[in-house]
């Protein structure tokens, strides 16, 4: 039992202390060196050496959650499993950005299927659909009205109906989002909840009696704070109580503490799966169990975060039982993949949630690698390469064979990462292409975000009025009175989702062939050079790039399942890696800099590729990547 007297290394032997304290040292940016000096030090004194940081509410829920959770991941292995989840190639479509087939602006289901050549001809094997399920779309779709209708703004039933026929008939999966976590505001069971005191469904959210201020003004339950501004409860005046919301104000939680909720949603699943789709993304699903009490969240950690009440969500008391329930009840009978979002988990929570003899998911989505350390996505810096190369080393070196981890840099969530690392338009290419082959050649599953694979960067967006996300426009509103319009703007312009939220580009016709309508956003700065028609013509784009990706990983059981091994990091700007199976070795040098960089002059085998078009030489030019094949021979050698 750990307690308040434990010892800041007694948390480091617990594989969940072991990732808080890495998360927090990261946000810090500070070395996990500096734990060889403060290992021995006791954890009610935390509070006190970093002048308030780490405060008493921190400790209190630290030790709580470490209690809780002192099962290591295993590290043995009756030999890795063979999926075809593994082996696939996944690529996210936002809908409503993808392309519009009737004319009035927004994305649709046909649209999808109309480009579903296009994607097979780019290699990829699984489709993850972003929600297209009936909404108010006040998140664009993560705020859901009716599990099991599709919202008319991007088709019917049929037309979903026919876009997995279609999906098949091309050897393609498909995989929707699974948005549990919450409904929208306007779904029939919430509407029940709040318009009939005595209904069974007030206990599938979170109702609850607030506090008075001293003047008597009616104060939220608890100081969370929600992920898109202000507190994470709504006021509801009719009945003088407060609801839940950890994302916005018409995006409910629910308790997953009610059995008959839990029931359902295992029926929902079913349903979907009865329908043929091949398994689900779980949005923020490692929040689902929240403890009843809903206790005050640690200040500290709030302002270290930016989020405050997270230590008590972000691995729930029964996150790994209901997991593990909903997988036996609805994904194991039909073999589907379980891809849970979970942002926050670090690396050995991430194998607790996903090892292969857990029965809870198959991969997660975690997002430590996203920032450098000490940024938040809302900071305008250069993102340092270094970081990912170090970030990526760490977490697959001893990953183990029962672990499995998704590949990905860019999501509807996120700015494009090419503008992040180096916003100069000559280095957008280079970069492009380095970050694809990196994000093809490591050990997991590369998941590609719509328009990544043609290189697209971020949008210089005028003004507010031009911005259409929630997120960003709640932004906005909160920094506007510290900040004034133009710093705010140039924030929320930092981290915007709506950079990745613009139509795809198609073609060199208005609006890139995404509509012939009026695109329900529209973005500023692309050139019609980046389009899918004009990078087919050049097979030196970032395009004909991905294709060449995919078919090497399509050709080489090494490149899916060999093991990985970090030949060189050491030096600044470089990495060097090996991925090898069964005699047969690939190499990966990558320059992480602007700058050219001499490489080790090995014979490292064939090249195989080279993103800079040049395959002999022994520099590196800026941000190039060369990838080098070789097979030993009958005797072994190379
Ligand atoms: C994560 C989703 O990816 C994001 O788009 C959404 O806003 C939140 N979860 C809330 O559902
Ligand atoms: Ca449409």
């Known amino acids: 039992m750990l307690t308040a007297d434990s010892r800041v290394r007694d948390v480091w032997a617990n594989p969940f202390g072991r990732d808080v304290l890495a998360k927090v040292l990261l946000q810090?940016?500070?070395?996990?060196?500096?734990l060889a000096l403060v290992g021995r030090v006791r954890l009610r004194s935390l509070p006190r050496l970093t002048g308030g940081r780490l405060d008493g509410a921190f400790i209190d829920a630290l030790v709580t959650m470490l209690n809780?959770?002192?099962?290591?991941?295993r590290e043995d292995s009756d030999g890795l499993v063979r999926t075809w989840w593994k082996e696939a190639i996944f690529?996210?479509?936002?809908?409503?950005?993808?392309?519009?087939?009737?004319?009035?602006?927004?994305?649709?289901?046909?649209?999808?299927?109309?480009?579903?050549?296009?994607?097979?001809?780019?290699?990829?094997?699984?489709?993850?659909?972003?929600?297209?399920?009936?909404?108010?779309?006040?998140?664009?779709?993560?705020?859901?009205?009716?599990?099991?209708?599709?919202?008319?703004?991007?088709?019917?039933?049929?037309?979903?109906?026919?876009?997995?026929?279609?999906?098949?008939?091309?050897?393609?999966?498909?995989?929707?989002?699974?948005?549990?976590?919450?409904?929208?505001?306007?779904?029939?069971?919430?509407?029940?909840?709040?318009?009939?005191?005595?209904?069974?469904?007030?206990?599938w959210y979170f109702f609850r009696a607030g506090r008075r201020a001293e003047d008597g003004a009616p104060l939220p339950p608890n100081n969370w704070t929600s992920f898109f501004?202000?507190?994470?409860?709504?006021?509801?005046?009719?009945?003088?109580?407060?609801?839940?919301?950890?994302?916005?104000?018409?995006?409910?939680?629910?308790?997953?503490?009610?059995?008959?909720?839990?029931?359902?949603?295992?029926?929902?699943?079913?349903?979907?799966?009865?329908?043929?789709?091949?398994?689900?993304?779980?949005d923020v699903v490692n929040y689902i169990s929240k403890p009843s009490a809903l206790p005050d969240g640690s200040r500290g950690i709030?302002?270290?975060?930016?989020?405050?009440?997270?230590?008590?969500?972000?691995?729930?008391?029964?996150?790994?039982?209901?997991?593990a329930e909903l997988r036996a009840r609805a994904f194991d009978p039909y073999g589907a993949v379980s891809i849970g979002e979970t942002p926050g988990i670090g690396r050995e929570v991430g194998r607790l949630l996903t090892g292969d003899y857990r029965g809870e998911l198959d991969m997660i989505f975690n997002f430590d690698h996203l920032e450098n350390p000490g940024k938040v996505r809302f900071d305008e810096y250069r993102y340092s390469l270094d970081y990912l190369r170090d970030y990526y080393s760490d977490y697959l070196t001893g990953y183990g064979d029962r672990y499995w981890m998704s590949l990905f840099l860019e999501n509807h969530d996120n700015p494009r990462f090419v503008s992040k690392v180096d916003p100069d338009p000559a280095m957008r290419a280079p970069v492009a292409k380095l970050l694809g082959v990196i994000q093809f050649t490591l050990r997991g599953t590369p998941f590609i975000y719509?328009?990544?694979?043609?290189?697209?960067?971020?949008?210089?967006?005028?003004?507010?009025?031009?911005?259409?996300?929630?997120?960003?426009?709640?932004?906005?509103?909160?920094?506007?009175?510290?900040?004034?319009a133009e710093r705010a703007f140039a924030k929320v312009l930092a981290g915007s989702r709506d950079h990745s939220r613009v139509p795809m580009p198609w073609d060199r016709s208005p609006h890139a062939g995404f509509t012939t309508g009026t695109p329900w956003i529209v973005g500023d700065g692309h050139d019609v050079g980046l389009c899918v028609a004009a990078q087919d013509?050049?097979?030196?784009?970032?395009?004909?790039?991905?294709?060449?990706?995919?078919?090497l990983r399509r050709s080489s059981e090494a490149l899916?399942?060999?093991?990985?091994?970090?030949?060189?990091?050491?030096?600044?700007?470089?990495?060097?890696?090996?991925?090898?199976?069964?005699?047969?070795?690939?190499?990966?040098?990558?320059?992480?800099?602007?700058?050219?960089?001499?490489?080790?002059?090995?014979?490292?085998?064939?090249?195989?590729?080279?993103?800079?078009?040049s395959t002999s030489g022994s520099i590196l030019a800026p941000y190039e990547a060369r990838v080098f094949r070789r097979r030993a021979d009958r005797h072994g050698a190379s």
């Open 28 to 34: 810090l940016g500070v070395s996990t060196r500096v």
């Open 91 to 203: 690529y996210q479509v936002y809908p409503r950005s993808f392309q519009d087939s009737n004319g009035d602006g927004i994305g649709d289901l046909r649209g999808i299927i109309s480009r579903l050549d296009y994607l097979q001809a780019l290699g990829v094997d699984a489709l993850w659909l972003s929600p297209v399920y009936d909404s108010p779309m006040d998140d664009n779709g993560y705020d859901i009205r009716d599990y099991r209708a599709i919202l008319a703004e991007f088709g019917t039933m049929a037309d979903f109906d026919d876009l997995l026929a279609e999906l098949k008939r091309r050897g393609m999966r498909l995989v929707m989002d699974l948005v549990v976590n919450h409904t929208s505001d306007e779904h029939p069971w919430f509407v029940e909840a709040m318009s009939d005191p005595s209904s069974p469904r007030r206990d």
């Open 537 to 551: 013509e050049d097979p030196q784009s970032v395009l004909a790039l991905y294709r060449e990706l995919a078919r």
């Open 68 to 73: 809780r959770e002192q099962e290591w991941p």
């Open 229 to 282: 501004s202000g507190p994470a409860w709504r006021y509801l005046p009719q009945t003088d109580e407060w609801a839940m919301h950890l994302f916005s104000s018409k995006q409910m939680d629910l308790n997953w503490e009610n059995p008959d909720l839990r029931d359902e949603i295992v029926r929902m699943v079913r349903w979907w799966l009865d329908k043929g789709v091949d398994g689900f993304r779980m």
């Open 560 to 613: 899916v399942y060999g093991e990985f091994r970090v030949v060189s990091r050491s030096r600044r700007h470089y990495w060097e890696y090996e991925r090898s199976l069964d005699g047969e070795t690939w190499t990966v040098q990558a320059n992480l800099s602007r700058r050219p960089l001499r490489r080790v002059p090995e014979p490292l085998g064939e090249v195989m590729l080279a993103t800079s078009g």
């Open 302 to 323: 709030g302002e270290l975060m930016g989020f405050t009440g997270i230590e008590h969500y972000v691995l729930g008391p029964r996150l790994h039982e209901h997991l």
């Open 450 to 484: 719509q328009g990544q694979e043609l290189g697209l960067t971020n949008h210089a967006f005028r003004d507010m009025s031009a911005l259409r996300d929630v997120e960003s426009i709640n932004k906005f509103a909160e920094l506007l009175p510290s900040l004034g």
